[in-house]
């Protein structure tokens, strides 16, 4: 799906009937948990989740936001997209893209900093050489 161009990263489930609220659409929230499933695929994907196993160094979520374009409603299947834009030093940007397949169109963007945390000291740290290199090969360049 052209929608997703640029995304390296892309994951595919049904709406739940369940997520939709009173108003019968799915609940703001929600949207936040589907921007996590893909960011965690993300992870899986460049090896970051065994790296901080090993290292105790690994991402935090320092903030995240969404620009809702229309409201998805069950039945549905939906598509989000992860891609890394902005790197810097100690973290990173990570932006987000959720396709609806029944409308063919997009239902919401956003994005979330991440930030590189050692957890074994609790602070902030520089960006794993291993995992910048592994966003960028991902990201094509």
């Given at each position: 799906m052209n929608l997703l161009d640029g995304f390296p990263v892309t994951v595919e489930f049904p709406v739940a009937w369940g997520e939709m609220d009173l108003l019968e659409h799915v609940n703001n929230v929600t949207y936040f948990r589907y921007f996590e499933n893909a960011r965690i695929a993300y992870f899986k994907k460049i090896g970051y989740m065994e790296h901080t196993s090993k290292t105790g160094v690994g991402p935090i979520l320092a903030s995240t936001e969404c620009?809702?374009?229309?409201?998805?409603?069950?039945?549905?299947?939906?598509?989000?997209?992860?891609?890394?834009?902005?790197?810097?030093?100690?973290?990173?940007?990570?932006?987000?893209?959720?396709?609806?397949?029944r409308e063919e169109r997009v239902?919401?963007?956003?994005?979330?900093?991440?930030?590189?945390?050692?957890?074994?000291?609790?602070?902030?740290?520089?960006?794993?050489?291993?995992?910048r290199e592994r966003i960028e090969v991902l990201e094509g360049g």
């Open positions: 620009r809702y374009k229309f409201p998805l409603t069950y039945p549905d299947t939906i598509r989000v997209g992860a891609r890394v834009g902005e790197i810097y030093p100690d973290r990173f940007t990570m932006h987000y893209k959720i396709v609806s397949l239902a919401a963007e956003g994005s979330g900093d991440l930030v590189s945390y050692d957890y074994n000291i609790g602070a902030k740290t520089p960006i794993p050489d291993v995992i």
